[in-house]
């Protein structure tokens, strides 16, 4: 005499075999997700890397060993590896940002590197000691800025004697950053025009603040 539910249908014993077999993925590993507005990571992509012409901007910005720069904005750091070259072992660079992301992602890049210091700033704040840097990089940067002239101002202090502020960007952005820095009391003492498609200028000083 059969007793209940003794029997099951065959095809729940199927699906319990197919179950038991049926291996376990692991998840699969989390990717960064991308960051908009911090720039990019030299060597990612190519054609933006021939736009950019990271060697040749190092170069004209004519740092010698033992500086100190700001990377103002540097986001992923696309220019801060080759600044930390640039300034040498006796020299420092520090980068900015205002993305906790970012600024987390270029710690880790730069984890080795003794004279990189990256640092969180407030926005429209530069964040920089008085009277300290050779060079100020601003690097696509000066369009997020709520006030360009009032930015520029700020950053007046922190230069020290003879200190260049270096701008680049898209060469469609060019006239706002010239009205700003001649408002905020800056001149263009030069410029390198043989970037692809971007614009690279120097501001120092003409006026007392």
Same mark, same amino acid.
């Not at 049926?22 to 060597?43: D, K, M, T, Y």
């Not at 700001?70 to 900015?96: E, W």
């Not at 009032?150 to 950053?155: A, H, M, N, Q, S």
């Given at each position: 005499?059969?007793?209940?539910?003794?029997?099951?249908?065959?095809?729940?014993?199927?699906?319990?075999?197919?179950?038991?077999?049926?291996?376990?993925?692991?998840?699969?590993?989390?990717?960064?997700?991308? %960051?908009?507005? $911090?720039?990019?990571?030299?060597?990612?992509?190519?054609?933006?890397?021939?736009?950019?012409?990271?060697?040749?901007?190092?170069?004209?910005?004519?740092?010698?060993?033992?500086?100190? $720069?700001?990377?103002?904005?540097?986001?992923?750091?696309?220019?801060?590896?080759? %600044?930390?070259?640039?300034?040498?072992?006796?020299?420092?660079?520090?980068?900015?940002?205002?993305?906790?992301?970012?600024?987390?992602?270029?710690?880790?890049?730069?984890?080795?590197?003794?004279?990189?210091?990256?640092?969180?700033?407030?926005?429209?704040?530069?964040?920089?000691?008085?009277?300290?840097?050779? %060079?100020?990089?601003?690097?696509?940067?000066?369009?997020? +800025?709520?006030?360009?002239?009032?930015? %520029?101002?700020?950053?007046?202090?922190?230069?020290?004697?003879?200190?260049?502020?270096?701008?680049?960007? +898209?060469?469609?952005?060019?006239?706002?950053?010239?009205?700003?820095?001649?408002?905020?009391?800056?001149?263009?003492?030069?410029?390198?025009?043989?970037?692809?498609?971007?614009?690279?200028?120097?501001?120092?000083?003409?006026?007392?603040?």
């Amino acid at each position: 005499m059969a007793t209940s539910g003794a029997c099951r249908p065959e095809s729940d014993k199927t699906e319990r075999r197919e179950s038991a077999r049926a291996p376990v993925q692991a998840p699969a590993p989390e990717q960064p997700a991308p %960051l908009h507005g $911090v720039g990019g990571v030299e060597g990612v992509d190519a054609a933006y890397d021939r736009g950019r012409q990271p060697a040749r901007v190092i170069a004209a910005l004519g740092i010698a060993p033992g500086q100190r $720069v700001a990377d103002i904005g540097a986001g992923l750091g696309y220019f801060t590896l080759r %600044l930390s070259d640039a300034v040498g072992p006796k020299g420092q660079v520090v980068s900015t940002d205002i993305n906790d992301e970012a600024l987390e992602r270029l710690r880790k890049r730069v984890s080795e590197r003794k004279n990189v210091v990256v640092r969180k700033a407030a926005p429209d704040v530069p964040g920089l000691e008085a009277g300290t840097y050779h %060079l100020i990089l601003l690097s696509e940067v000066d369009h997020f +800025l709520s006030d360009r002239a009032t930015f %520029l101002t700020r950053l007046r202090p922190a230069l020290a004697p003879d200190g260049r502020i270096a701008v680049t960007h +898209l060469r469609a952005m060019r006239p706002p950053l010239v009205a700003a820095a001649q408002a905020a009391g800056y001149a263009v003492v030069s410029e390198d025009t043989s970037l692809p498609d971007h614009y690279l200028l120097f501001l120092q000083p003409v006026a007392s603040p």
